[in-house]
């Protein structure tokens, strides 16, 4: 299907063909380097893997196809000023077809691998457009001008381009709008002997008018056709005003309109069999969007929506784009709390806008905090002060150790716990083993009144060794395996209101230290660096419930950072004494691994990481206090804005035998 006018970049994400359902991948597309920030989205294949629009490079305005892979520039005709537009692609995204300059002035292209080809003019002609292909890019449509005038054209590989000519008594214009899935059948537009009207072309019949809705001012216009050309959907003029309309052979039926306001109906999409139309009317409240059935006429999505419970709240101008194979799925935009967005109605599951869509999924990385959240606190925290163990003359000892994590700076508010056991063996007094055991809970507000739930454990090992006797340099290695089960309810806003989908998985946890640390005991400052790797994966899961559940696949996650900061203790008497850390911490990961998935019976997803923060500040203040049966610890921590918890407290007994 293409669309009367030109859509938002954000909505043609979402376009569909007349038959079929793009996947869309739901992500920022990014842009072309060099130029000003500047893209839009004009079409997606069929099987959802690519995306063609233009972009603004260095050189100019340039087609752009994007894959997961990222936005590759299309390059331009040679001759012309540069200048390139990408305006559709075949089924799997191998053929891309649109317009760019050449010597000759705007000229239709076909792109493959191979690159981009000229596709020449019309007779007497000096441009030509390319809007649209079949589903194996064999055929291409649009138009050119001709030493008649303007005039569709249909190209094959064959028979090169070929004017599509006239309808009878016209000879003025003819524009070809879009071409079903074989590429025997073109729909479009032109002046006939009556005026503008809608045509359907086909090899053996030619260019033929398929005439008006009765009463009103001569006028109709295609804009789509089924998969098997059978169907043609457009807009006319009837005794009542401008009226969608749905031709077949039998002839052309007006759709009406809605109901209130002024009466203004044209259909825009038609599913692969024909039997679902979808457009846009005039309410009192101005334009809605609409879907037409034989059984059910004309409904505003309002409607649609109604007959399964959902009342539409928080959206208005609601704009259809496209309809779904089946004719099930309702995709366009509208305006929402978030502003001009695209959104995708379900019969049975509601509307969901695309930012609200973008946002829920996005949200569910917040497992991924979790884990790293889990990993940092273990290692700094019930792990953070390795050299409070080296005074420790006896052979073994054990701990008791716990910590609170309260983290508010992002989209959730993190709440997590630790409760760790430990037993420690000095070799002798220059070697220190360990190993320890903690349990860890927590839970995520998430947004759209979401959360996310994590029960876990974690296993700890350390080696604490002095490199020579003589200089006070310590090693100290840690490695840390833990797992997390997860209980994940995904809020989002469905038809205005709120909705969840729910789901558990699993996630496993890996994290290795290395520190280096100058610690002689007649020393105020410990000067250390040190060297973290985390590593995770959570396994992928399904949700269930709600309007719009998901399947996220299983995706992993690695982070390194290096650390360098000063311990200090304070002596304030024989048996207290003050701890202090400052730390400064850089990570060498630039951005998160993204998620994707598909939402269910709808369409892939393919969501960006988020961008770090590499540098970041941590301290601690603390009091250790030495008694007859042990030495007690508590600590409270802040860091700056970075990948470690903003706050937490800590607590540590420790006991030698």
Do not use: C
């Not at 649109?98 to 493959?112: I, K, L, P």
């Not at 259809?320 to 967005?341: H, W």
């Not at 508590?634 to 006991?655: C, E, I, R």
Request: aromatic share 12%.
């Amino acid at each position: 299907m293409k669309n009367k006018s030109k859509i938002s970049a954000a909505a043609s994400l979402l376009l569909l063909s007349s038959s079929h359902l793009y996947s869309a991948s739901i992500n920022g597309l990014g842009d072309l380097t060099g130029g000003i920030f500047k893209s839009e989205a004009y079409a997606i294949s069929a099987d959802g893997s690519v995306v063609v629009g233009y972009s603004r490079s260095a050189d100019g305005d340039e087609a752009f196809r994007w894959t997961e892979a990222g936005m590759i520039g299309l390059g331009d005709l040679a001759g012309g000023i540069f200048k390139s537009e990408a305006f559709s692609a075949n089924a799997d995204g191998s053929v891309v077809v649109g317009y760019s300059r050449s010597t000759d002035g705007d000229e239709a292209f076909r792109w493959t691998e191979a690159g981009m080809v000229g596709l020449g003019s019309l007779a007497g002609g000096s441009y030509s457009y390319a809007f649209d292909v079949s589903a194996d890019g064999s055929v291409i449509v649009g138009h050119g001008d001709s030493a008649m005038g303007d005039e569709a054209f249909r190209w094959t590989q064959a028979d090169n381009m070929l004017g599509l000519g006239y309808l009878a008594g016209g000879g003025s214009y003819s524009y070809a709008s879009s071409v079903s899935a074989d590429g025997s059948v073109v729909v479009g537009y032109g002046d006939s002997a009556n005026g503008d009207e809608a045509f359907r072309w086909t090899q053996a019949d030619e260019m033929v008018g398929i005439g008006d809705l009765a009463g009103g001012t001569f006028y109709s216009a295609a804009y789509a056709v089924s998969a098997d050309g059978s169907v043609v959907v457009g807009e006319s003029h009837s005794e009542n005003g401008y009226e969608a309309f749905r031709w077949t052979e039998a002839g052309m039926i007006g759709l009406g309109d809605l109901a209130g306001g002024a009466f203004n109906s044209y259909a825009v999409g038609v599913n692969a069999d024909g039997s679902v139309v979808v457009g846009d009317g005039t309410t009192g409240s101005g334009r809605e969007a609409f879907r037409w059935t034989q059984a059910t006429g004309m409904q505003s999505l309002n409607e649609w929506l109604a007959e399964d419970g959902y009342t539409l709240t928080g959206w208005s101008g609601l704009g259809a784009t496209g309809v779904s194979d089946d004719g099930n799925v309702v995709v366009g935009y509208g305006s929402s709390s978030n502003g001009l967005e695209a959104f995708i109605a379900r019969g049975g599951s509601g509307l969901i806008g695309l930012t609200t869509l973008i946002n829920s999924i996005a949200s569910v990385s917040n497992m991924t905090t979790q884990g790293i959240n889990l990993a940092q606190t273990a290692l700094h925290g019930a792990h953070g002060h390795p050299g409070a163990n080296r005074a420790i003359d006896d052979k073994y000892y054990m701990w008791l150790a716990g910590d609170y994590i309260r983290d508010k700076r992002y989209d959730s508010k993190d709440d997590f716990y630790l409760a760790e056991i430990g037993v420690g063996y000095s070799y002798n007094q220059d070697i220190k083993y360990s190993i320890a055991y903690g349990r860890t809970s927590g839970e995520s507000d998430l947004l759209y009144n979401g959360k996310s739930e994590a029960d876990g454990y974690y296993v700890a090992i350390d080696t604490d060794i002095k490199f020579l006797t003589q200089i006070p340099l310590y090693a100290t290695l840690t490695y840390l395996y833990g797992k997390n089960d997860f209980d994940i309810k995904r809020g989002y806003e469905n038809a205005g209101n709120l909705d969840a989908s729910y789901a558990g998985t699993d996630q496993k946890i890996e994290a290795f230290r290395a520190r280096l640390q100058w610690h002689a005991k007649e020393d105020l400052f410990h000067p250390y660096v040190e060297y973290n790797h985390i590593k995770l994966k959570t396994d992928g899961y399904t949700e269930i419930s709600g309007g719009f559940p998901a399947q996220f696949d299983a995706y992993k996650e690695s982070v390194t950072d290096y650390r360098y900061g000063i311990d200090s203790n304070f002596q304030l008497n024989e048996d207290n004494r003050l701890i202090t850390t400052l730390e400064g911490v850089h990570r060498t990961d630039k951005e998160a691994n993204g998620i994707s998935g598909e939402l269910i019976g709808l369409q892939s997803f393919q969501i960006n990481g988020e961008k770090y923060k590499r540098d970041w500040m941590r301290a601690t203040l603390g009091i250790e206090s030495t008694f007859d049966i042990g030495r007690f610890t508590l600590t409270l921590n802040a860091s700056t804005k970075g990948a470690d918890p903003q706050f937490w407290s800590g607590f540590n007994y420790t006991v030698a035998f």
